[in-house]
T-cell receptor, first 113, second 117 residues
């Protein structure tokens, strides 16, 4: 069975400092992994996805994530936080057949001025 | 914009009411999904349709009734709901569920915030 664990329910950073949102996964297959962002009162927007190509994946808005099979991790990073990055972030693993997505609990990112 | 629209954006209903949520996608996709997002819980997949055929019902109570008249539209009919059904209901679409296309990205609508009194 596949599962996703987001290690922090809430992360707070200052504007201009790096962002690290942690995600560990469990999968019996070669997983497809995603990060989605949800701003208040909005739907989910895809930030980036990993599909067994390059292990370092670049996404929108300056975010990137690195797939580390040995650590079963897919942490999301950004070198410099912006106020507009404040949102909820979801790490997601896709089942190999049927396209079902397994969502993590979410990490709320706060950005202080 | 994601290309997936949902109406209404907010809905308040009593437990005896009947209402419907509507989702429309303008992306040419063939798979559509309903999710429930409750506070402090991960997103829960409710239903999946592929080429208008239901392929997944994730043990959803019968007071939720989905309908997919064509690949662009998805409805969720609601009747005799309970207060615990209050949540954000999200619709999503993806290219299709052909075997091996498990990496197809799902595109989400903005959701309908449902409150059951």
């Amino acid at each position: 069975a596949q599962s996703v664990t987001q290690l922090d329910s809430h992360v707070s950073v200052s504007e201009g400092t790096p962002v690290l949102l942690r995600c560990n996964y469990s999968s019996s297959y070669s997983p497809s992994l995603f990060w989605y962002v949800q701003h208040p009162n909005k739907g989910l927007q895809l930030l980036l996805k990993y599909t067994s190509a390059a292990t370092l994946v670049k996404g929108i808005n300056g975010f990137e994530a690195e797939f580390k099979k040995s650590e079963t991790s897919f942490h999301l990073t950004k070198p410099s936080a912006h106020m507009s990055d404040a949102a909820e972030y979801f790490c997601v693993v896709s089942e190999p057949l049927g396209g079902k997505l397994i969502f993590g609990q979410g990490t709320e990112l706060s950005v202080k001025p | 914009e994601t290309g997936v629209t949902q109406t209404p954006r907010h809905l308040v209903m009593g437990m005896t009411n009947k209402k419907s949520l509507k989702c429309e996608q303008h992306l040419g996709h063939n798979a559509m999904y309903w999710y429930k997002q409750s506070a402090k819980k991960p997103l829960e997949l409710m239903f999946v349709y592929n080429f208008k055929e239901q392929t997944e019902n994730n043990s959803v109570p019968s007071r939720f009734s989905p309908e997919c008249p064509n690949s662009s539209h998805l409805f969720l009919h609601l009747h005799t709901l309970q207060p615990e059904d209050s949540a954000l209901y999200l619709c999503a679409s993806s290219q299709d569920l052909t075997s091996g296309h498990s990496t197809d990205t799902q595109y989400f609508g903005p959701g309908t915030r449902l409150t059951v009194l």
